[in-house]
């Protein structure tokens, strides 16, 4: 199946006018970040044990040298390759690191199984060191592993719930290692924008220096504002808890995100077209094959052979008609199409021709 589009675009005005630029309010702390406070992956190898069974087989490898390795440190020396390792599995455990967190901060840690295991349900997490980006320990986590789900029965009748061979253990790691940041040391610090906007940046550094009554913040970029303090003697945290509860105008980006593989269009309400007329039609391609047979002729010394009949059909529905002002939502253009049958691939297809063209005024993203 194949679409054709036809785009017909007046040329007279290219460019669509702005028709009251959509702006909304929000604080700064839903919409910036202070620079170098973030959260950390954190990953680790452990083993869960107390398994009913449903642990890894003998052919996954590196599960029993892991558990000789253990029973090894424990004083039991045990021969390669005789541990059954039914009821034990080897698991990557991850969490995230956040930011401030002092030696003792509890975190939430999840367990995947990694070899061929049907369940680590009733499973306990042995005592696994978690590393960062930089090798270095930062934390260490054990305990019981808690499922969503489970999986019960055999290959010929078997019931299985959500996924069980990932799991949680809420509270289960503790950090090791002091990362945070000392921010009794520092005078200036930079606030990062979640989307680039130079109106938005204005509008941020505005605020604080409006806030503080002097000129304490500088726009560097679209993305970031460098924020010194205005005290000499620092007092940082008390500054970042006067501007997070700031009140900014926020300039939205005009938007298109579509998704080819399912189907998906997400428009942003302020999103506009210059004046497009649109001609859909549809042209579809149909090959069959019908196979005979044929016999030859009695007393021919011939041989019955099969003979495969192709034939091609094809049909052309004639083309249906859109046409949009000048200053035309998204919206208009989607509910047009619609009306006129068109299906969200063919959505798509119109708004990236549109796009070529240049009559959409707009950011297109395609997933």
Do not use: C, W
Not at 247 to 266: F, L, M, Q
């Amino acid at each position: 199946m194949r679409s054709g589009i036809i785009l017909l675009l007046t040329l007279a005005n290219v460019i669509a006018p702005v028709q009251g630029e959509e702006t909304r309010q929000a604080l700064i702390r839903d919409i910036a970040s202070m620079e170098g406070v973030r959260e950390n992956p954190l990953i680790g190898y452990g083993m869960v044990v107390g398994l009913n069974g449903t642990g890894d087989r003998r052919q996954t490898v590196f599960t029993m040298q892991t558990l000789g390795n253990i029973l090894q440190r424990m004083g039991v020396q045990i021969p390669t390759g005789t541990a059954r390792v039914n009821n034990v599995a080897a698991v990557f455990v991850t969490a995230s690191l956040p930011p401030f967190a002092r030696p003792g901060t509890q975190l939430d840690i999840t367990v995947s199984s990694m070899g061929d295991a049907k369940s680590l349900e009733g499973g306990l997490l042995l005592l696994t060191p978690l590393y960062g980006a930089d090798g270095r320990v930062y934390a260490a986590a054990q305990g019981a592993v808690v499922l969503g789900g489970y999986s019960a029965g055999n290959s010929g009748n078997a019931r299985q719930v959500n996924h069980p061979t990932v799991g949680r253990i809420p509270g289960g790691g503790l950090v090791e290692r002091d990362s945070s940041i000392d921010l009794e040391r520092i005078t200036q610090v930079s606030l990062s924008l979640a989307e680039p906007n130079f109106s938005t940046a204005e509008q941020v550094a505005a605020a604080i220096n409006k806030e503080v009554g002097k000129t304490a913040a500088t726009v560097i970029d679209s993305r970031r504002i460098r924020v010194e303090s205005p005290d000499p003697a620092g007092h940082l945290p008390a500054l970042m808890a006067r501007i997070e509860k700031l009140s900014v105008e926020v300039h939205p980006a005009a938007k298109v995100v579509v998704n080819e593989r399912t189907g998906t269009v997400v428009m942003g309400k302020d999103v506009r077209l210059s004046a497009v007329s649109v001609l859909h039609g549809s042209l579809s391609v149909e090959v069959t094959s019908e196979v005979l047979v044929s016999q030859p002729n009695p007393l021919s010394n011939g041989q019955t052979a099969v003979v495969a009949q192709p034939s091609v059909r094809t049909t052309e529905s004639a083309a249906r008609h859109v046409e949009l002002s000048e200053g035309a939502s998204v919206e208009q253009l989607v509910s047009g199409l619609q009306a006129i049958g068109a299906t969200a691939r063919d959505v798509i297809a119109i708004l990236q021709a549109i796009k070529a063209a240049g009559a959409l005024q707009a950011e297109l993203e395609v997933l």
